[in-house]
């Protein structure tokens, strides 16, 4: 098993900032990618940025500039700074990590259960 646990969502104001973690704990051998994603009401769940084994990045072009991916491979923790924060960034955010298990060779995705960002305006 495998499992991921989101923390950092809040309430903030337009223009400030904030900082989300995930840690991901269990039957971890290895993990390829971590990302984060978001889902606003009413609106599918979309990507927000990517972030591979070796460092390379990737992000939506409505957050690139202000969120910035970070992880820490000896932690297996991937981090989410978002500055600049607008009232279109309300969502709920979750954590996804690509994951080779002690059980099975193959990499799956997992994801966890979410944490609220909301930007008030």
């Known amino acids: 098993q495998v499992q991921l646990v989101e923390s950092g969502g809040g309430l903030v104001q337009a223009g400030g900032s904030l900082r989300l973690s995930c840690r991901t704990s269990g039957s971890v051998f290895s993990i390829n990618a971590m990302g984060w994603y978001r889902q606003a009401p009413g609106k599918q769940r979309e990507l927000v940025t990517t972030?591979?084994?070796?460092?390379?990045?990737n992000y939506a072009d409505s957050v690139k500039g202000r969120f910035t991916i970070s992880r820490d491979n000896a932690k297996n923790t991937v981090s989410l700074q978002m500055n600049s924060l607008k009232p279109e960034d309300t969502a709920a955010y979750y954590c996804a990590a690509e994951v080779q298990t002690y059980i099975s060779a193959v990499l799956r995705w997992y994801w966890g259960q979410g944490t609220q960002v909301t930007v008030s305006s």
């Open positions: 972030i591979t084994s070796g460092g390379h990045t």
